[in-house]
């Protein structure tokens, strides 16, 4: 590997030639430097190149440095924003900050403190990376900590996520089995207010109707044949966190009420308790089903759906998406060899034409057990099109 690609990546966008000229040189020891003259152009790279950091002047030629930083947060939020302003643009500084800029400098700029500056949020990029490599590499059973994809679709979504986090509303997260929607609430979760909060996941197809009150609500010790003890339902595990319901459109109408009148008043009656209880829980919902549709077959109750459709995000199936598909693989690959004690290195041209044909009923719960099958099963270090073949012929 060449030195400079071992070096951290920066995006310099500045409609000043010599200022880029002069941020290259300062830079190049440290940075392996890329630069854009214009807003459009700086997008552009940015969504072509993976970048550590980004230098951004606000004031540009064709889009304002605002907008411009709006659109690289929604790209990817994790690459961190250094803004440039001029003496007399405070207040766009200060926006700027709310907008997810990490920092800013006034110019003319001090060159020590714009190189440790960068260096900083690199290394804390790099960071980041590792801690993400890390989890996913040593969770074998679980989704994906981080979604993965950079297709203009599943950038869509994350932006979506990404402003819905902020608030404290209700999310309705919708998609076919298989293609991480819990990841996307836990993403949601991840970047809310409440993230250092309980992250409470029920499964509502599990949940028999004679004992939902009692899983959601809790019971007390007495409170029926078999409560030897005092048990603290879901809504009071979740507490100042976020509940989220896994198939939601499963729930039995008794249930549904029980559900409502929670939602209604964030307050509640333990089974065979006399205290009332109150509690600070944000509900994140998924399913699998059109809820509209249950709500006209009468087996959904309509007003519970308005409840919880208040900011609807839907995750597109990996059929749509298979710009993604190379990046998932390549998770998988590195997931499923620390897992297995093996060494894939990769998949041919042909094999990854194969999977891209495939049109993936399971999504992308269905693309990682076939990874994992032949990561166990192949002694190839680069799987092919016959391995491939044969992984989906057991399917």
Not at 237 to 245: C, D, E, R, S
Not at 337 to 365: D, F, K, S
């Amino acid at each position: 590997m060449h030195e400079s690609d071992r070096h951290p990546r920066v995006l310099i966008i500045d409609d000043d030639q010599s200022i880029l000229e002069a941020y290259t040189v300062l830079l190049a020891d440290e940075f392996r430097v890329y630069t854009a003259a214009s807003g459009h152009e700086g997008l552009a790279l940015f969504r072509r190149e993976d970048m550590d950091v980004v230098l951004l002047d606000i004031r540009l030629p064709d889009i304002h440095g605002l907008e411009v930083l709006r659109q690289l947060r929604a790209i990817d939020a994790q690459t961190e924003v250094l803004m440039l302003t001029a003496l007399n643009e405070a207040p766009l500084a200060v926006a700027a900050l709310h907008e997810g800029a990490a920092d800013y400098l006034i110019k003319p700029v001090d060159n020590d403190a714009l190189l440790t500056r960068l260096l900083r949020f690199a290394s804390q990029r790099h960071a980041q990376q590792e801690a993400q490599a890390e989890q996913t590499g040593s969770a074998l059973s679980h989704a994906p900590e981080v979604p993965i994809g950079r297709s203009p679709i599943i950038r869509q979504l994350f932006a979506m996520v990404r402003r819905v986090a902020a608030t404290d509303a209700t999310v309705l997260i919708t998609g076919e089995t298989g293609v991480g929607k819990e990841l996307i609430a836990r993403s949601v979760h991840r970047q809310s207010s409440r993230r250092a909060k309980p992250f409470v996941a029920v499964n509502c197809a599990a949940i028999a109707e004679s004992l939902a009150e009692s899983e959601f609500l809790g019971h007390e010790r007495g409170a029926f044949t078999g409560a030897e003890r005092q048990r603290v339902g879901k809504f009071e595990q979740a507490h100042t966190g976020t509940l989220y319901l896994d198939e939601v459109g499963s729930l039995r109408p008794q249930s549904q009420a029980m559900l409502l009148r929670v939602l209604q008043g964030h307050d509640f009656y333990r089974v065979g308790g006399v205290h009332f209880l109150r509690v600070d829980v944000r509900v994140v919902t998924s399913t699998n089903q059109a809820l509209q549709d249950l709500v006209a077959a009468g087996t959904f109750r309509e007003d519970l759906f308005y409840r919880l459709h208040v900011v609807p995000i839907h995750v597109p199936p990996l059929r749509e998406r298979l710009e993604d598909l190379p990046l998932l693989v390549d998770h998988f690959l590195r997931r499923y060899n620390t897992a297995y004690g093996r060494q894939v290195q990769g998949i041919t041209a042909e094999a990854l034409t194969m999977l891209c044909q495939h049109p993936w009923p399971g999504n992308i719960r269905e693309l990682e057990h076939l990874i994992a099958r032949l990561v166990a099963t192949s002694c190839q270090r680069i799987l092919d099109a016959d391995a491939v073949a044969w992984a989906l012929s057991l399917s």
